[in-house]
């Protein structure tokens, strides 16, 4: 099991942690939301949780909760740019379907 960071995803996450002036990492999940059914959720954390599996890549945290990992196993987080929008990108290999607007998806 694991989750990855794309170099441009780690410098984001890097950035937004020294601004923030604390935190250890950032978090990974999933939350029933949208047209296709699950949602991803990604917040900075201060510390770690119960029950998170912890992950490190690129000198970057990443927590997972057990009940998100089954949906995220394997996915790498990238960080992109497309015209005017930029954000973070899942790159989950057990996405089955998602929704036009690209905010749901279903396993």
Do not use: Q
């Amino acid at each position: 099991m694991a989750i990855t960071l794309t170099e441009a995803a780690a410098a984001r996450v890097n950035k937004f942690m020294v601004s923030r002036g604390k935190g250890i990492g950032v978090r990974l999940g999933v939350r029933t939301s949208g047209c296709s059914g699950m949602a991803y959720v990604l917040e900075f954390v201060d510390e770690i949780e119960e029950g998170d599996s912890v992950f490190e890549d690129r000198d970057i945290k990443v927590l997972v909760d057990t009940k998100s990992l089954l949906y995220l196993d394997g996915t790498e987080l990238d960080f992109v740019k497309e015209g005017l929008s930029e954000g973070f990108k899942f790159n989950n290999p057990n996405t089955k379907e998602s929704c036009g607007c690209g905010e749901s998806f279903s396993v």
